[in-house]
């Protein structure tokens, strides 16, 4: 038993470090990669406090101070997680009218590159039948293979590569003023276009997939939340209904994308609906959310799903949204401080680490 004890309490300090190395906010890899497993974190806290409470509780001070340590980072775990659970309140609402002409349903999903099971993909296109279809990762064979999709969706703005950056991006609905931009690498594409609802509306649509913060590829998170908030500006800026869609390699409650929602005034679908965890499809225990879309507040939310994985390392995302623009009124944007708009300044403003 003793062993065990010994065990429970390193296992618990070091829940609690990596609970709290997020709040350093360098923009090396070591501190932002620890803002990913947030549910695992909480899971482990609940499991280690409870045992080592229910086994090894007792007057001795280091123990009473261990188990209050590991109760707390067990609440500030769960104060982290309650946005996401459907207790908590909806940022987007639920559309309640029926408006065909003016919802757009989206299907992104990021491939992996080296995954060659297109009729799976396909077969899941044709299954929900979405407006638009983001595609990531995807090289040459990938766009060849998807050709097909042509007949149902004669708007596309391929950007076929092999470095795992590619995009593809076919819709139903008609596009126009295509722009295929490098923001920050110039291996790294983004697609801005127009989107014209079958209404006449049009909404201004930026596909992203920025790199990771991960050893090997990008030591810093800085080219990743550079580029994302470059796109919050031009959201901002902006006076058509926005969406964003695509891998963000960033989780929806870390703090880049918290800055990325205040400075571009969009909504996060997920908060108070769920994780909609879409990596790692092979890995149940290590999956976060890693695919988005956000939202204008002039849209409200008809589905959000994930969808069934083809052999993709990242399960596919679906999202249907509805424009209203009363919705503006009944749903709050979210609004930058001055040290919010600093700080994002400041982000866009560093040099790239070599």
Same mark, same amino acid.
């Given at each position: ?5 010994? @065990?429970? &309490? ?14 350093? =906010?360098?923009?090396?890899?070591? @501190? +932002? ?9 909480l ?13 090894f ?8 101070? /261990? ?21 908590a ?13 003016? +919802? ?23 299954? !929900? ?7 990531? &990762?995807?090289? =040459? ?7 097909? /999709? ?24 008609? /596009?126009? *003023? ?5 923001l ?25 997939h ?33 969406i ?25 679908p ?8 879409? @990596?790692h ?5 290590? +999956?976060?959310?890693l ?7 002039? @849209? ?22 509805? !424009? ?12 930058? *401080?001055? &040290? ?13 680490? &070599?």
């Amino acid at each position: 038993m003793y062993y065990l004890k010994s @065990f429970l &309490e390193v296992a618990g300090v070091l829940i609690v470090m990596m609970s709290l190395i997020p709040l350093i =906010r360098s923009d090396y890899w070591t @501190f +932002r990669v620890f803002e990913y497993p947030r549910l695992q974190k909480l899971v482990l806290s609940v499991a280690i406090g409870g045992i080592y409470f229910t086994l090894f509780f007792s007057t001795d001070l280091q123990t009473i101070v /261990l188990s209050a340590i590991f109760a707390l980072n067990t609440l500030y775990l769960c104060y982290l997680v309650y946005p996401f659970t459907p207790v908590a309140g909806k940022v987007i609402l639920g559309a309640r009218t029926h408006l065909p002409e003016n +919802r757009i349903s989206i299907l992104s999903s990021n491939v992996f590159q080296d995954n060659r099971n297109t009729a799976g993909c396909l077969a899941l296109i044709r299954k !929900y039948d979405p407006d638009v279809v983001l595609l990531l &990762e995807t090289d =040459r064979y990938w766009h060849e293979n998807t050709l097909p /999709l042509r007949k149902r969706y004669p708007y596309e703005v391929p950007v076929p590569l092999e470095n795992t950056y590619g995009m593809l991006l076919y819709s139903k609905l008609a /596009l126009s *003023e295509v722009q295929v931009r490098y923001l920050v690498d110039e291996d790294i594409p983004s697609i801005k276009v127009l989107v014209t609802l079958r209404s006449g509306q049009q909404v201004q649509l930026f596909c992203v997939h920025p790199t990771p913060p991960v050893p090997g590829e990008n030591s810093h998170s800085t080219e990743r939340d550079k580029e994302l908030l470059l796109v919050a500006k031009e959201v901002k800026a902006s006076r058509l209904p926005c969406i964003v869609v695509g891998d963000l390699n960033d989780v929806a409650w870390s703090y880049t994308t918290d800055l990325f929602t205040k400075i571009s005034g969009l909504l996060d679908p997920r908060i108070g609906r769920g994780f909609y965890n879409t @990596f790692h499809a092979k890995m149940p225990f290590l +999956r976060f959310p890693l695919d988005h879309v956000f939202c204008s507040t002039d @849209f409200k939310l008809v589905e959000m799903a994930r969808l069934e994985n083809f052999s993709s390392d990242h399960f596919p995302i679906l999202l249907a949204l509805q !424009y209203e623009p009363a919705a503006s009124i009944e749903q709050d944007e979210p609004e930058a *401080e001055p &040290e919010d708009i600093e700080l994002a300044n400041e982000k866009i403003s560093r040099e790239v680490p &070599e």
